[in-house]
């Protein structure tokens, strides 16, 4: 047996592999999903994303704001604009929103709330949509890994990768291994970029997930070429634990989108090791759960837990030792 440290607190682990307890807490007011989440001292913050309403989809600009002592949600300033699937930070201190889309299309601009706000902010303009990306900081600077024009049209996606060089600025860094890759898993650790999966269209427009795994150092500007998930998947959620695993949750499965398999599969990828091992599965199949880790437990809210449908669970994982 082995001990290692998470977060301040000290876990036993059996081959590399943290025991889970999964438990629900107040859900959200509604279903939701591609939203921004993100820690603000000690309150959970969604915002945008979308919901069903009969047969109706809304884009959303609503802000809920999760207090965990009290195991309530409020609700916060709005967003200036509907906004959904667009790549976001969070360190605790703010949540920024880089783009996404709404019913009128992409949307470039990026918005910031921070802990003392009572309202949102406009923090630029982006140089190209960001459709279903991911966005992490490396070194201290923002990175955004791909994105698309449109949600509904894969074949729109781009294999670029930004960093803001100054305020409001966003320069061309990399280009993904991947092309037209939308919805990996994502997580940075180590001053790298984690990508795990995600899917990507034909001409057709056929879209196929994909079961391959990258990382990326900022500083060397490098990709690295990791062991493929198990099993092809995209809308999995994905936190770093500490330097050496990341915890991948949920998703859909599966070669080809006509045939969507909801998962409840978690693993954890050790990094140093380049192996998956299975953890205690999620209380339900979800592919978009957002998810954070604010040093004690993980926190997974929304997500699509079946066609034209929204969750409005949240979720609280905390960690048992033997």
């Known amino acids: ?9 000290t876990l036993a682990l059996v081959a590399s592999v943290p025991k889970l307890q999964w438990k629900d807490r107040a859900p959200a007011h509604e279903g939701v999903s591609g939203g921004a989440w993100g820690r603000l001292g000690d ?20 802000t809920a704001v999760y207090t965990i002592a ?38 470039l601009r990026c918005w910031r709330l921070d802990a003392d706000s009572t309202k949102w902010e406009s923090s630029g303009v982006l ?5 279903l990306a991911k966005a992490g900081t490396l070194g201290g600077t923002p990175f955004v890994f791909g994105g698309c024009k449109d949600a509904n049209d894969l074949r729109t996606c781009s294999e670029a990768v930004w960093k803001r060089t100054e305020p409001g600025v966003w320069a061309r860094a990399a280009s993904m291994p991947a092309a037209g890759l939308a919805m990996p898993a994502f997580a940075v650790t180590n001053g790298r970029a984690f990508l795990f999966g995600g899917c990507s269209a034909q001409a057709s427009g056929e879209v196929i997930n994909r079961g391959e795994a990258y990382s990326y150092d900022g500083k060397s500007n490098a990709w690295k070429t990791l062991r493929p998930l198990p099993r092809a998947a995209r809308g999995m959620a994905a936190v770093a634990l500490n330097g050496r695993q ?9 070669a080809v989108s006509s045939a969507p398999e909801f998962s409840k599969a978690v693993y954890v990828y050790d990094v140093e090791q380049d192996q ?40 609280q994982g905390t960690f048992s030792g033997e």
């Open 1 to 9: 047996m082995r001990i290692v440290a998470i977060a301040g607190m």
């Open 43 to 62: 309150k959970l913050i969604y915002a945008g994303g979308t919901t069903w309403r009969g047969e109706v989809k809304h884009w959303l600009h609503d």
């Open 246 to 254: 990341i915890l991948l949750m949920g998703g859909v499965e599966g």
């Open 127 to 131: 140089t190209a949509p960001t459709v």
């Open 70 to 107: 009290e195991d309530e949600w409020v609700a916060g300033p709005p967003l200036p604009e509907s906004l959904a699937y667009g790549p976001y930070l969070s360190d605790g201190k703010t949540l920024e929103i880089l783009g996404g889309m709404n019913e009128s299309g992409p949307s």
């Open 276 to 315: 998956y091992h299975d953890v205690t599965s999620l209380p339900f199949a979800v592919m978009g759960m957002e998810t954070l880790f604010n040093g004690h437990s993980i926190w997974g809210v929304g997500g699509e837990d079946k066609a034209r449908s929204r969750s409005a669970r949240l979720i």
